[in-house]
């Protein structure tokens, strides 16, 4: 007899996230079966249980009483979370959209909230689609898991419920929970990931208007910061777009950084001394942060992310997810 | 019997970049001694014939007939040249510093144009020091090799057989010897390498100022953008100060770009159509030069670089490199 950690998981959308999360699941023998509206027939040749009839899938959902992941981008959310509303009515849903904001909006515009609890995977690759997806992607990966109905003290143990299977739902596939608000999610994603896609494109463009010389001499630093230019535009303007209120501020804070070295460049003698320093220091302490969890000598793989362990639904347990919060910390739950 | 394929070499400096040299020269059965201010015990420790006497080097480089090779910071080079004009006064030299203009502007004036070949391997890490270096760092890396001197028709035939050594010493290590004028050395290097030092040093900041929980979910991307930010602050410095003329338009270029995607995000509704769109094809137009050489089926690493036989010193070899330049080609010496 087979045991499950997990209820049967509907995934909408198998592009890189959702069919790497199939995958996972997968491997891991828990029941899983999905919609996609691109590349169907590749994941049924590859043995997994796909349809292309949205309304099919979420009907079935509904009879098993699944856990729906929606994995489309955040332009087809709303008609998604729609048709959610009419084919599987009493669902639990959870997400893995890169903003966290938007797409609660339109789940409390349905009034969804508590059968919600947000997610996002922070992983991912340059390739997008169905035949990029792959196992391991999300192995010690954060996983953002939203929490902000509870902080409003409107959790019932169902709700509670829910939090505690979306965080095992990233347990399964290696990836680690990590409690946050959608507002903080959606400033911390626009610093260290909505930023870095724009810095891409733009490098990619500058580096390319010094033709095949500049190509040629080009060199690790210029690859590392330039590698997810080659994601799809679509997906690009997906991210920013939709987190441009937490993404504008961002951007203003990093051009006014690059002002001021470009100022001090142009001074003579020319000076890069402040934003070097600064900057090196800011790695620093990352990397301290970082490294100061690592000094075990255990051949284990141990993760940098403070731990804490918490029974969603116990008392004080929002209390804990904030301590967590605000170290970037993990929710191990039982 | 040995047979050399170079010339006894003397290293001044052996940080990252020389020290890496050595052991790569040493590996490969040539003639190898240096000198650093820094580190010389460790060096002799490893087994290297190394000091750190200045002068003493010098003149055991004049009586070998040794080529030196400049591998000390922006700063010192001033003064190391000086003290090559008074112990070494006939041998021919090249350096690895990685700007090319002002290395030009000393070499000139102190009239050692007739036996200088400038050189810059984009080849390095995030750390520095002899500890630091290490083998193989050059592999497939392509080595800049300046020829202002014989594009001015300057060149004789000893500057040709310095050349021709040149390019042999960076073959040796396994990189690529690429020609290429100083000033556009310079431009090339502002964007490929110097802009993504600066972005590195900006981004970190921008990320560690959203604390903990953004270390935490920061990925892929983020890494990949800031990673060169853990060099020495001193290093960036030297880099990005002495190549502030051609890395301030390249930064503006760059600030120009970030400025027009604040604008079109921060409108009603936010857009990064163009950014998204401009810089994913400039990236996929790079990515084409690239794969384009690398449909052979062979299992022998092929470089993408187009590779262009030159005899220096025979007519027409000059407008030779002037064709490799432009397609940011690679030199076979003959």
Same mark, same amino acid.
């Given at each position: 007899?087979?045991?499950?950690?997990?209820?049967?998981?509907?995934?909408?959308?198998?592009?890189?996230?959702?069919?790497?999360?199939?995958? #996972?699941?997968?491997?891991?023998?828990?029941?899983?079966?999905?919609?996609?509206?691109?590349?169907?027939?590749?994941?049924?040749?590859?043995?997994?249980?796909?349809?292309?009839?949205?309304?099919?899938?979420?009907?079935? &959902?509904?009879?098993?009483?699944?856990?729906?992941?929606?994995?489309?981008?955040?332009?087809?959310?709303?008609?998604?979370? #729609?048709?959610?509303?009419?084919?599987?009515?009493?669902?639990?849903?959870? #997400?893995?959209?890169?903003?966290?904001?938007?797409?609660?909006?339109?789940?409390?515009? %349905? #009034?969804?909230?508590? %059968?919600?609890?947000?997610?996002?995977?922070?992983?991912?690759?340059?390739?997008?689609?169905?035949?990029?997806?792959?196992?391991?992607?999300?192995?010690?990966?954060?996983?953002?898991?939203?929490?902000?109905?509870? !902080?409003?003290?409107?959790?019932?143990?169902?709700?509670?419920?829910?939090?505690?299977?979306?965080?095992?739902?990233?347990?399964?596939?290696?990836?680690? &929970?990590?409690?946050?608000?959608?507002?903080?999610?959606?400033?911390?994603?626009?610093?260290?990931?909505?930023? =870095?896609?724009?810095?891409?494109?733009?490098?990619?463009?500058?580096?390319?208007?010094?033709?095949?010389?500049?190509?040629?001499?080009?060199?690790?630093?210029?690859? $590392?910061?330039? @590698?997810?230019?080659?994601?799809?535009?679509?997906?690009? @303007?997906?991210?920013?777009?939709?987190?441009?209120?937490?993404?504008?501020?961002?951007?203003?804070?990093?051009?006014?950084?690059?002002?001021?070295?470009?100022?001090?460049? &142009?001074?003579?003698?020319?000076?890069? +001394?402040?934003?070097?320093?600064?900057?090196? @220091?800011?790695?620093?302490?990352? &990397?301290?942060? +970082?490294?100061?969890?690592?000094?075990?000598?255990? =051949?284990? +793989?141990?993760?940098? !992310? =403070?731990?804490? !362990?918490?029974?969603? $639904?116990? =008392?004080?347990?929002?209390?804990?997810?904030?301590?967590?919060?605000?170290?970037? $910390?993990?929710?191990?739950?039982?």
């Amino acid at each position: 007899m087979t045991t499950y950690q997990l209820p049967p998981i509907c995934i909408l959308g198998l592009g890189l996230i959702g069919g790497s999360l199939m995958r #996972d699941l997968t491997i891991s023998n828990e029941r899983v079966f999905g919609y996609t509206m691109h590349g169907a027939r590749a994941a049924q040749r590859d043995g997994f249980d796909v349809s292309d009839n949205m309304e099919e899938v979420l009907r079935r &959902a509904e009879a098993d009483n699944a856990l729906i992941v929606v994995a489309v981008p955040m332009a087809a959310v709303a008609s998604v979370l #729609d048709q959610v509303a009419s084919f599987a009515p009493t669902c639990d849903i959870t #997400d893995v959209v890169s903003v966290k904001e938007r797409v609660y909006d339109l789940i409390v515009e %349905r #009034d969804m909230q508590g %059968r919600y609890v947000g997610g996002h995977p922070m992983a991912g690759t340059e390739f997008s689609g169905w035949s990029a997806s792959h196992e391991g992607l999300f192995e010690g990966a954060a996983w953002a898991v939203t929490y902000d109905y509870a !902080r409003e003290g409107l959790a019932d143990d169902h709700w509670a419920a829910l939090f505690t299977t979306v965080c095992r739902l990233a347990s399964v596939v290696g990836a680690e &929970a990590v409690p946050v608000r959608v507002s903080l999610h959606d400033e911390s994603v626009a610093r260290v990931s909505h930023l =870095p896609h724009v810095i891409a494109e733009a490098l990619s463009l500058v580096g390319d208007r010094g033709g095949t010389l500049a190509q040629s001499l080009s060199a690790g630093s210029f690859r $590392g910061a330039t @590698r997810v230019a080659s994601t799809e535009p679509e997906l690009v @303007r997906n991210m920013c777009e939709t987190n441009a209120d937490s993404l504008v501020p961002v951007l203003d804070e990093f051009i006014e950084l690059l002002q001021a070295a470009r100022t001090s460049l &142009a001074d003579d003698p020319a000076s890069m +001394k402040q934003l070097a320093e600064s900057g090196n @220091r800011a790695y620093l302490r990352m &990397a301290a942060r +970082k490294g100061a969890r690592r000094e075990s000598v255990s =051949p284990v +793989k141990i993760s940098s !992310r =403070p731990v804490m !362990r918490v029974h969603p $639904g116990a =008392p004080g347990w929002v209390r804990q997810l904030e301590q967590v919060e605000s170290l970037g $910390g993990r929710v191990e739950v039982f």
